[in-house]
C-alpha cells in the first residue's frame, strides 16, 4: 500500500542530520508495516496531482498554526476535502490533526490554557496511553461527524475519528525522547515556560507507547472498505 505524505513541517535544522526530517520519522515509525512511500512537502508548494496518487495519506506536524495565512494551506485544505470525498484513509498528527479539523469546519486555536510538553498521558479507547506532546494549538470545536476517541483534562479532543476514513491525533507517536530532548534545547527555550520545559526533561527516560500507536495507524490504513 502506498502512502502519500504530506509534510507541513521541517525538523529542526540542527537535528535533521541526527533524527531525519518528519517524512523520515514516519517512514521510520511504520516501517515493516509493508508500506511504500511518497513525500509531497506542501509546505514547499509541492502537492500531489490529485488524491489519487496515493492509497493512503498522512499528514505530518509544523511549527506553524493552521489558521496563519500560508498560501499553501487553502490549496492544503481543498487536498483533505477531496481525499474526504473520496473516501480514502487520512491520518494527520499535530498540525496534521488540527488542519484537517479545520478543513471540514472545525475550529482550531491557541489555547488559552497554555502548552503540552513532552511525556503525557491520555485516555485512548478506555485505555491510558504516554505519547511526547508539542503543542499549544488545539481543536476546540468538532467538525459536524467528527467523534472524539481520546483525550485528557488538557486536551479533550486529543484523538479523533471521522466515520471509517480519518484518523488524527494531536501528540507525536513519532517523535522519541531523544528529539523531544532536541526541541526543548533548539525550539523550546524563551518559547515554552522554562518549568515547564525542564519537567519535560525529567521524564525523558519514562516509557512511552509510540509502537502501540504506530500499529493503531498501521491497522487503520490497512483496513477493508467498503
Not at 508495516?33 to 499528514?59: K, R
Not at 488540527?98 to 503540552?116: C, N, R
Not at 480519518?166 to 523531544?180: L, R
Request: aromatic share 10%; glycine share 12%; charged share 20%.
Amino acid at each position: 500500500m502506498k502512502i502519500g505524505i504530506l509534510q507541513t513541517g521541517h525538523s529542526p535544522q540542527e537535528m535533521k542530520h541526527s533524527h531525519g526530517n518528519y517524512d523520515e520519522m514516519f517512514y521510520k515509525l511504520l516501517e515493516g508495516q509493508g508500506f511504500s512511500f511518497e513525500n509531497f512537502p506542501v509546505l514547499d508548494g509541492i502537492f500531489p496531482d490529485s488524491a489519487d496518487q496515493a492509497e493512503g495519506w498522512l499528514i505530518t506536524g509544523s511549527k506553524f498554526g493552521v489558521y496563519e495565512e500560508h498560501g499553501w494551506i487553502p490549496p492544503l485544505e481543498d487536498l483533505i476535502r477531496q481525499i474526504h470525498a473520496r473516501g480514502l484513509p487520512m491520518v494527520g498528527v499535530c498540525f496534521g490533526h488540527q488542519i484537517i479539523a479545520q478543513a471540514l469546519g472545525g475550529k482550531v486555536e491557541k489555547f488559552a490554557g497554555g502548552w503540552a510538553i513532552g511525556r503525557t498521558e491520555y485516555d485512548i479507547d478506555g485505555k491510558a496511553l504516554a505519547l511526547n506532546a508539542w503543542h499549544q494549538d488545539q481543536v476546540v470545536d468538532l467538525p459536524e461527524g467528527a467523534r472524539v476517541l481520546g483525550g485528557n483534562a488538557f486536551c479533550k479532543n486529543a484523538v479523533l475519528a471521522y466515520g471509517n476514513t480519518i484518523w488524527t491525533i494531536q501528540p507525536h507517536p513519532e517523535f522519541d525522547a531523544a528529539f523531544i530532548d532536541g526541541l526543548i534545547k533548539h525550539r523550546g527555550r524563551g518559547v515554552v515556560p522554562d518549568q515547564q520545559l525542564d519537567d519535560a526533561s525529567s521524564q525523558l527516560d519514562a516509557p512511552t507507547h509510540n509502537a502501540e500507536i504506530a500499529n493503531q495507524i498501521a491497522a487503520f490504513f490497512k483496513e477493508e472498505r467498503a
